[in-house]
């Protein structure tokens, strides 16, 4: 990664620097910043991949269930930030690209100030669901106990989240998604290393709790220290708390607050519908489907996180072009990229449940992953166009859209539960994903920006998805004629399917400018290969 060298941050207001300056830089960063969130996530399956098995096996599925339903349950906690973290990271990339220093100091102590607020809250939320937890779900009697304490336990953790995830905005907001990457690393590998040293010694929910909480504290620490050291003049005093920055930063949180509880409606009240008409055991089924799909869809942050401190920046200079381009190209490379996995999934996923989990995943985990993956195309397209709005500050429909797609999600998976199962679970989220991630809001986000819903579609969409059909063939024919039985052979298929897939995005999907900001990008690799080369040459003699 080289030397953590901080960015270029004006202290007051008036400097020197020119305007614009960070947004170059910003622009600069995209290939780095998708590579080392691309590796980021890379070692992040891979550990799941090794972990999440080894927790279902040694906790069992009843307590594996009880652990998913806790994590379900304590996610609404993050409702609290009342989306403080999204607000901080716009309005500190704005002021940065205006080298406006002492009002990245207001917006951070504001924001500081609301967080620790919002940290006290879920502590006491945390006793109340410890005393409850154990009678909504149908724990056990034996279980109770722990339980209620390893829900606290994971609140007690989720506190230092608050003021924790400030910080790691502020990083966000100067495009520093590199170190961003090593923070998530760092946590995810000792998270993994202790769950493997204590549940191979008979240890069980507790543990899993109590590791769970230190690292949330373990990564607090990293944002702290990565944001002070990306902004050195970031200063964190009484004198920077304004009530009219808290009213410029309440305004714009308002409406993120609702895209965060409609986040929440949409992926995070799934396992509790199914929990509370089926029971637990039947979560441990439902979650594992849905972990897959889901690390899919947290894998498109690799790319189109990095939109909104763009966005803002591009927003604050008034680069109205720049803004079109980064909507529609941004959206075009979500989708190539996500069909990369949806694909995949879809196809050879429950092959690999089955080797994963075991058989008995196959049937009861496979159908719901495939629809979930399904959601997760029309979810790119949604989520390149959040970005976006958050940027340019206009995420107010954005908000109220996303709210009614979580409802009637919501409505469709309580109803369709009672008929079909965790399958209609998947279904409740999967129809009305179709009508608003992929139809309402890119057009309503297309129309903001200027952008023809033709060009939008046809470059974002069509090029994209005709570009996946020979490689949906490929691996359609080799599941047909019996591979995908060993990891070795779904190894084999996924990557010659990849090589067929790379050179059809390239030559159907990809624009000039895609392939010239690639081209570039590869360049600066040249004198690496060059060097390569010459030891090859020198060993070969």
Request: net charge positive; aromatic share 12%; glycine share 10%.
């Amino acid at each position: 990664m080289g030397s953590i060298k901080p960015t270029a941050i004006p202290v007051e207001k008036g400097s020197q620097t020119e305007q614009g300056a960070s947004l170059r830089d910003a622009k600069a960063r995209i290939p780095k910043n998708v590579l080392w969130n691309s590796g980021s996530l890379a070692l992040g399956l891979a550990i799941n991949f090794l972990i999440t098995p080894l927790l279902v096996h040694r906790l069992g599925s009843v307590q594996y269930g009880i652990w998913a339903l806790i994590g379900e349950l304590l996610g609404y906690s993050f409702l609290l930030d009342f989306g403080i973290r999204i607000a901080v990271t716009r309005y500190v990339a704005r002021h940065i690209a205006l080298n406006e220093g002492k009002e990245v100091n207001e917006v951070v102590t504001t924001g500081l100030a609301f967080t620790l607020g919002s940290a006290a809250t879920i502590l006491a939320i945390g006793v109340i669901v410890a005393f409850f937890f154990p009678t909504l779900f149908q724990i056990p009697h034996a279980l109770a106990k722990e339980a209620g304490l390893a829900a606290f336990i994971v609140a007690a953790g989720m506190a230092v989240g608050f003021p924790g995830s400030l910080f790691n905005g502020c990083v966000a907001a100067v495009s520093r998604y590199d170190l961003l990457s090593l923070r998530n690393v760092a946590a995810g590998v000792l998270r993994a290393l202790l769950l493997w040293f204590f549940l191979s010694r008979g240890y069980a929910l507790l543990a899993v709790a109590l590791i769970t909480c230190g690292v949330f504290y373990f990564a607090a620490c990293l944002d702290f220290i990565l944001a002070f050291r990306q902004i050195p003049a970031l200063q964190i005093r009484r004198t920077y708390l304004q009530s009219s920055t808290m009213k410029t930063l309440a305004h714009f949180s308002f409406y993120a607050f609702i895209l965060s509880i409609a986040w929440r409606l949409l992926f995070l009240t799934d396992n509790l519908v199914v929990g509370f008409v089926l029971g637990p055991a039947a979560v441990t089924f439902y979650s594992v489907g849905m972990q897959l799909a889901s690390v899919l869809r947290d894998s498109l942050g690799t790319i189109t996180t990095l939109f909104a401190p763009l966005a803002s920046q591009m927003d604050a200079l008034n680069e109205r072009e720049s803004l079109r381009a980064l909507f529609v190209g941004g959206s075009r490379i979500g989708v190539v990229y996500g069909l990369a996995g949806i694909v995949g999934l879809t196809i050879l996923g429950p092959r690999f449940l089955g080797l994963w989990m075991g058989e008995s995943f196959v049937t009861r985990s496979g159908p719901i992953l495939i629809l979930l993956s399904i959601e997760t195309g029309f979810y790119v397209l949604a989520f390149t166009c959040g970005q976006v709005l958050y940027g340019v500050g206009r995420h107010k429909v954005n908000a109220w859209l996303s709210l009614t797609n979580a409802t009637a999600n919501f409505a469709l998976s309580a109803t369709l539960v009672r008929w079909w199962g965790p399958v209609g679970v998947a279904w409740g989220t999967v129809i009305p994903a179709f009508a608003f991630e992929a139809i309402i809001l890119p057009v309503f986000t297309a129309r903001l920006l200027g952008v023809s819903l033709r060009q939008f579609y046809w470059s974002a969409v069509v090029k994209p998805v005709a570009a996946a059909l020979p490689y949906a063939g490929w691996l359609w024919a080799w599941r047909e004629h019996g591979w995908g039985s060993s990891y070795t052979s779904l190894v084999l298929v996924v990557g010659s399917g990849l090589l067929i897939y790379g050179p059809m995005a390239w030559v159907v999907a990809l624009d000039a400018r895609d392939k010239n900001l690639i081209r570039r990008w590869l360049g600066k690799f040249g004198p690496w290969i060059a060097a390569l080369q010459s030891v090859r040459s020198a060993i070969l003699g």
